[in-house]
T-cell receptor
Framework: GENVEQHPSTLSVQEGDSAVIKCTYS??????FPWYKQELGKGPQLIID?????GEKKDQRIAVTLNKTAKHFSLHITETQPEDSAVYFC????????????FGTGTRLQVTL | DVKVTQSSRYLVKRTGEKVFLECVQD?????MFWYRQDPGLGLRLIYF???????EKGDIPEGYSVSREKKERFSLILESASTNQTSMYLC????????????FGPGTRLLVL
């Protein structure tokens, strides 16, 4: 099955700086890569996703890049704000076993003033 | 607005008790999922269901069972709770098309004494 590794596990940045979270996956057949944000006391919420037919996708301050050859994808947050502080999860769709998502272990992002 | 609700936010049970965690979605989604979330381990899939009365084992099904008698409701059952099942439990639902947004509930934090 699919295996997703995520780094770093914690990340602290100053407000206004950029943050980058990286994930690698093992199954070359995976074709969908979402990113979820989990705020304190809430369930994860989708913030951006990318499909394997594109290399990059942007939504305001958030962007995701995908390198299919290297089997890794990254989340980029620019001009970070305190409300970006949360736990972020990457995931890959395991097409081999009836379309279930395999999640990374999460990154706790802390944006300091 | 899409909604996944879980019956309890916090639950305290004793070892050996039978525990029911309920999840309800109002989006007419075919697919529903149960995950547990533990620090450093991310989200791990326990069981999922593609349709009413259907269920599939996830990555860590031992000690759990599920029930899906109605499309909107997916129940997770701990037949005999153990202390190592103390965790955060997250329910999710999704349309039956694989590369679609998965919506999560707020989670149930279960403590087994």
């Amino acid at each position: 099955g699919e295996n997703v590794e995520q780094h770093p596990s914690t990340l602290s940045v100053q407000e206004g700086d950029s943050a980058v979270i990286k994930c690698t996956y093992s199954d070359s057949a995976s074709n969908y890569f979402p990113w979820y944000k989990q705020e304190l006391g809430k369930g994860p919420q989708l913030i951006i996703d990318i499909r394997s037919n594109v290399g990059e996708k942007k939504d305001q301050r958030i962007a995701v890049t995908l390198n299919k050859t290297a089997k890794h994808f990254s989340l980029h947050i620019t001009e970070t704000q305190p409300e970006d502080s949360a736990v972020y999860f990457c995931a890959a769709l395991d097409t081999g076993t009836a379309s279930k998502l395999t999640f990374g272990t999460g990154t706790r992002l802390q944006v300091t003033l | 607005d899409v909604k996944v609700t879980q019956s309890s936010r916090y639950l305290v049970k004793r070892t050996g008790e039978k525990v029911f965690l309920e999840c309800v979605q109002d989006m007419d989604h075919e697919n529903m999922f149960w995950y547990r979330q533990d620090p450093g381990l991310g989200l791990r899939l326990i069981y999922f269901s593609y349709d009413v009365k259907m269920k599939e084992k996830g990555d860590i099904p031992e000690g759990y069972s599920v029930s899906r008698e109605k499309k909107e409701r997916f129940s997770l059952i701990l037949e005999s709770a153990s202390t190592n099942q103390t965790s955060m439990y997250l329910c999710a639902s999704r349309n039956d098309r694989g590369r679609e947004t998965q919506y999560f509930g707020p989670g149930t934090r279960l403590l087994v004494l």
